[in-house]
């Protein structure tokens, strides 16, 4: 395949993750080509370069002067989940915070209840029309979580989901086992039961059935503190789980500290993380995963303090946080919008953010997240003179062909 007359290629090449003023080199290239062969990029450059590819290489799309970036990753998501949460809206727009919502019965044990009752089979089939939704906005890779079972049999079919629908559906799927989500209502009187189920019982089975990649612990106040998450990840660190945090999201608790401290892959969130928190996830090259629509969404008045992470040498990656109750959006060019609004990110830093520092979050930044030479042939085409515009112009669809391994999964913003 070539890809020629491409009047804004973003490769996001270079060395990675990119940091403090790299994060701002996107690798344009003005009037660019890409030629891939057999899922894999053979050749990047700019003018008419392609065409000692011709007549062998016949499949030729022609851009148009249009935007082509890395397929999109989405490094933080629960996608897999049964139901709906609309009625939280209400108590939201009076005022009730999310930890008052979690309380009363509703946030993540609302969805479990619903998730518990949800079978494998139709829990795929909700899973799969927002993986489609995803992909038809340019996202070619994610990371899904499990965490809306909170007992041995629902996460299990969480992550078997994951499994099936990675080897069905074009999006890769990493997965991460998220027991610590909350502490289920069977166990609200016993925590240290719940974390001994969690270590002794789910822990094992899972490294031993390769089910997931990572482990994360949901670190803030009123639902597990960093002794308690410090000891949930060591467990899965132990059973060779690849340790990630949810972290700081409404108060600080010292969970960017710990993600440090333990030489977390990621810490996410991230809201209310202290100067000391990034320090040490700067000395420690955790990467920040940074969830601005869950920001927005909540209505937290406040986002996290980017800057101040890219300025301390911080790789930041960016994420929908797609979920039921908190971020339910497929798009990640939704979240480019609030990054670049309520972060202040500049549209080169955003699209490294979500290409080649994603893949640095989930450990596939040798595989995916630029467009260069042996790399996976994941693209997307814009309808979009630069990034500027795709930014500029928010609230829409831009997509007009996504690309994964080499061969055309979305034309003309529709599944093919």
Same mark, same amino acid.
């Given at each position: 395949? !070539?890809?020629?007359?491409?009047?804004?290629?973003?490769?996001?090449?270079?060395?990675?993750?990119?940091?403090?003023?790299?994060?701002?080199?996107?690798?344009?290239?003005?009037?660019?080509?890409?030629?891939?062969?057999?899922?894999?990029?053979?050749?990047?450059?700019?003018?008419?370069?392609?065409?000692?590819?011709?007549?062998?290489?016949?499949?030729?799309?022609?851009?148009?002067?249009?935007?082509?970036?890395?397929?999109? !990753?989405?490094?933080?998501?629960?996608?897999?989940?049964?139901?709906?949460?609309?009625?939280?809206?209400?108590?939201?727009?009076?005022?009730?915070?999310?930890?008052?919502?979690?309380?009363?019965?509703?946030?993540?044990?609302?969805?479990?209840?619903?998730?518990?009752?949800?079978?494998?089979?139709?829990?795929?089939?909700?899973?799969?029309?927002?993986?489609?939704?995803?992909?038809?906005?340019?996202?070619?890779?994610?990371?899904?979580?499990?965490?809306?079972?909170?007992?041995?049999?629902?996460?299990?079919?969480?992550?078997?989901?994951?499994?099936?629908?990675?080897?069905?559906?074009? !999006?890769?799927?990493?997965?991460?086992?998220?027991?610590?989500?909350?502490?289920?209502?069977?166990?609200?009187?016993?925590?240290?039961?719940?974390?001994?189920?969690?270590?002794?019982?789910?822990?094992?089975?899972?490294?031993?059935?390769?089910?997931?990649?990572?482990?994360?612990?949901?670190?803030?106040?009123?639902?597990?503190?960093?002794?308690?998450?410090?000891?949930?990840?060591?467990?899965?660190?132990?059973?060779?789980?690849?340790?990630?945090?949810?972290?700081?999201?409404?108060?600080?608790?010292?969970?960017?500290?710990?993600?440090?401290?333990?030489?977390?892959?990621?810490?996410?969130?991230?809201?209310?993380?202290?100067?000391?928190?990034?320090?040490?996830?700067?000395?420690?090259?955790?990467?920040?995963?940074?969830?601005?629509?869950?920001?927005?969404?909540?209505?937290?008045?406040?986002?996290?303090?980017?800057?101040?992470?890219?300025?301390?040498?911080?790789?930041?990656?960016?994420?929908?946080?797609?979920?039921?109750?908190?971020?339910?959006?497929?798009?990640?060019?939704?979240?480019?919008?609030?990054?670049?609004?309520?972060?202040?990110?500049?549209?080169?830093?955003?699209?490294?953010?979500?290409?080649?520092?994603?893949?640095?979050?989930?450990?596939?930044?040798?595989?995916?997240?630029?467009?260069?030479?042996?790399?996976?042939?994941?693209?997307?085409?814009?309808?979009?003179?630069?990034?500027?515009?795709?930014?500029?112009?928010?609230?829409?669809?831009?997509?007009?062909?996504?690309?994964?391994?080499?061969?055309?999964?979305?034309?003309?913003?529709?599944?093919?």
């Amino acid at each position: 395949m !070539i890809i020629k007359n491409i009047g804004c290629l973003v490769t996001c090449a270079g060395d990675f993750p990119k940091l403090k003023d790299n994060l701002k080199d996107a690798g344009i290239i003005e009037n660019g080509y890409i030629v891939t062969k057999n899922e894999i990029i053979i050749d990047v450059g700019h003018g008419d370069g392609y065409k000692k590819y011709l007549p062998e290489d016949d499949f030729v799309i022609d851009a148009e002067g249009k935007t082509v970036t890395p397929g999109l !990753i989405d490094s933080h998501t629960h996608v897999v989940y049964a139901g709906s949460r609309e009625f939280e809206l209400p108590l939201k727009l009076n005022n009730m915070n999310y930890i008052d919502i979690l309380n009363a019965g509703g946030g993540i044990l609302s969805t479990v209840e619903n998730t518990r009752k949800a079978s494998e089979y139709e829990l795929e089939l909700e899973t799969k029309k927002r993986l489609d939704l995803m992909l038809s906005h340019g996202t070619t890779t994610i990371e899904s979580k499990s965490g809306y079972g909170l007992d041995f049999d629902t996460e299990i079919k969480m992550l078997k989901v994951n499994q099936n629908l990675n080897t069905k559906h074009p !999006i890769d799927i990493v997965s991460t086992y998220l027991g610590a989500h909350a502490v289920p209502k069977e166990y609200k009187t016993d925590r240290n039961g719940y974390m001994d189920f969690i270590i002794k019982e789910v822990i094992p089975y899972i490294a031993e059935n390769n089910l997931a990649t990572f482990i994360d612990c949901f670190c803030e106040n009123g639902v597990f503190d960093t002794n308690e998450a410090s000891k949930i990840l060591l467990a899965g660190k132990k059973a060779g789980l690849k340790i990630k945090i949810h972290a700081d999201e409404i108060e600080s608790v010292g969970g960017a500290e710990l993600a440090g401290k333990l030489n977390a892959t990621s810490a996410e969130h991230l809201v209310a993380a202290t100067d000391a928190g990034i320090k040490a996830m700067a000395e420690n090259k955790v990467c920040a995963v940074l969830l601005p629509t869950t920001s927005f969404y909540l209505m937290l008045n406040k986002f996290a303090p980017a800057r101040k992470m890219i300025e301390a040498g911080v790789p930041v990656a960016l994420a929908t946080d797609c979920n039921p109750g908190t971020s339910p959006t497929e798009s990640l060019q939704s979240t480019m919008t609030f990054a670049c609004f309520g972060l202040k990110l500049l549209p080169e830093e955003i699209i490294n953010a979500m290409t080649i520092n994603a893949a640095y979050a989930i450990g596939m930044e040798d595989e995916i997240g630029s467009i260069e030479v042996n790399k996976k042939a994941d693209l997307v085409i814009f309808d979009a003179k630069n990034i500027n515009y795709l930014l500029y112009h928010f609230g829409i669809n831009a997509v007009n062909k996504v690309i994964k391994n080499g061969s055309i999964v979305v034309e003309n913003g529709k599944l093919v």
